[in-house]
């Protein structure tokens, strides 16, 4: 048996604060394979972030462990990219000087890092943009350069923190599209959290439902379309597969939205 | 497909916004617009003037006509003549040198002390949360009620720079520390994930991200370094802008007192111009 890229076994995470414990998640356990996408929904405050933080090494789970090859994660590894909700480009940097920030923390060959994050740029439509500040970019650019920011370290895992929720509507679609082609061309392991259905089936291999606080594993689907002709259709055609409906009513049902 | 056309409504929009409009000819609406504009300008820099010359102008009829007692008010031709005086005894660009150098020393010993305090607090968190009380008590405190006691431990030289530095430092501290705890945190959480060093996410994000407060913090520095100094000088110097206006109400020349506060407005205004400059330098440099 092969170690999955991926693991978290009975992991427990307890928030504390001068209002008391919050128990944030219990019992959490999945493994993910190199090169696999999955999708974890749930809805706000069920600690699907939470997961993000402990796999990137940020906090520490209170039980249970955390595996990334078989070894427990203690610290953030540049083997793992984070892509979080914001941008956050910084707008004192050129986009350029933005997308080598993490070689430049890491430390290293910092020429290596500006032909890699040059490439990067290229290769995600914002060659020329690259000495331009992140003011003169669209939301959907700068998601872009953020994207390129993440891959400038060549991490084998990319982490997706809903990277998409701050664009609107079209734009997030078509980057959602282009990401997630990027991310199975490169063959990244990855996981994306988001509180959007359709999003988390169109992009995934596999869905993981958490239930409400305290999080739990409340479900795992699998995500493939056969009506399509067996080859995996990108996220953009995902949306029109029959299967597609299916499994957001199932979802949907298991997320026990109500609304109060 | 779908990818390549966002792609290029994107491009289309990022050339709009560097300023494909102003290259289009003026409408004669946007023209009219612009006139309307610049006659605004115009119109409010002639009030200001007015303004200047009306109160010169009451400042020099009240006392002559005797509404108001000249020994208490002096007026504005024989401050301009005190003003001469001033300069031409050859001690004024003394007295005004004499001030600026303490200025401009004890400002740049506050921003330095206070800068170097709110980075060790924001480092040690712990030692802000012990030290948080006394620094908003330093801070609330007239430290211009420290001037005697500043006087009998430092002498009068001394006295002047401590006053100077006292009044200034703690709000730098206060105002540098809030300006680095407002640093956004999805850009900490950022640096962290590149597994940056608490001493990284300082150089790295929070001292660049804060440059406005830093010239937020000079810009209120400037004005109480100039107020630190001036009633250090009414204290205990033999020289200086401060001591001069001291001497002048002790004789009772008026004049001399007014000439001196005109001089002090002209130094603060000289100043803050500066650091408006500095302003727009550095935020040009910033932001592209």
Known sequence: ?260 | MSSNTATMTETETATDTDGMAARRPASPAYRAWLARQRRDRRMVLVTQIGLVVLFLALWELAPRMHWVNPMLTSYPSAVWAGFVELVRDGNLGFHVAVTMIEVVASFAIAMALGTAVAVALWMFPLAERVLDPFLVLMNALPKIALVPIFYIWLGPEGSIYAVAVAVAVFITILMLYTGFRQTDANKIKLARTFGAARRQVLWKVVLPGNVHTFVATLKANVGLALVGVIVGEFQASKAGLGYLIVYGSQIFRMDMVMATIVILGIISLVIYAGIQRLDTMLSRGHRG
């Open chain 1, 1 to 260: 048996m092969s170690t999955p890229k991926i693991e978290f076994r009975h992991v427990g995470l307890h928030y504390f604060g001068p209002q008391g414990e919050t128990e944030a998640l219990r019992d959490i356990g999945f493994a993910v394979e190199e090169g696999e996408f999955v999708s974890i929904v749930g809805q706000s405050g069920c600690g699907k972030s939470t997961l993000l933080s402990l796999l990137c090494g940020l906090i520490q789970p209170t039980s249970g462990e955390v595996l990334i090859d078989g070894e427990p994660v203690t610290a953030p590894s540049p083997s793992v990219g984070f892509m979080l909700q914001q941008d956050s480009l910084f707008e004192w940097r050129t986009i350029l000087e933005n997308a080598v920030l993490g070689p430049e923390i890491r430390g290293g060959d910092m020429r290596a890092a500006r032909a890699r994050a040059e490439t990067l740029l290229k290769r995600y439509g914002l060659g020329e943009f690259r000495h331009h500040r992140p003011d003169q970019l669209s939301g959907g650019m700068r998601q872009r350069a953020a994207l390129a920011r993440t891959m400038c370290l060549e991490p084998d895992i990319l982490l997706l923190d809903e990277p998409f929720s701050a664009l609107d509507f079209q734009t997030r679609l078509s980057i959602a599209d282009e990401i997630g082609n990027i991310i199975r061309r490169e063959g990244k392991t990855a996981i994306l959290v988001t509180h959007d259905i359709p999003e988390a089936i169109a992009m995934a291999d596999r869905v993981i439902v958490l239930s409400r606080r305290p999080g739990r594993v409340k479900a795992v689907h699998p995500v493939s379309f056969p009506s399509a002709g067996g080859e995996r259709p990108s996220a953009f055609k995902a949306r029109d597969a029959e299967e597609f409906s299916q499994l957001f009513k199932t979802v949907w049902g298991e997320l026990e939205v109500h609304v109060e």
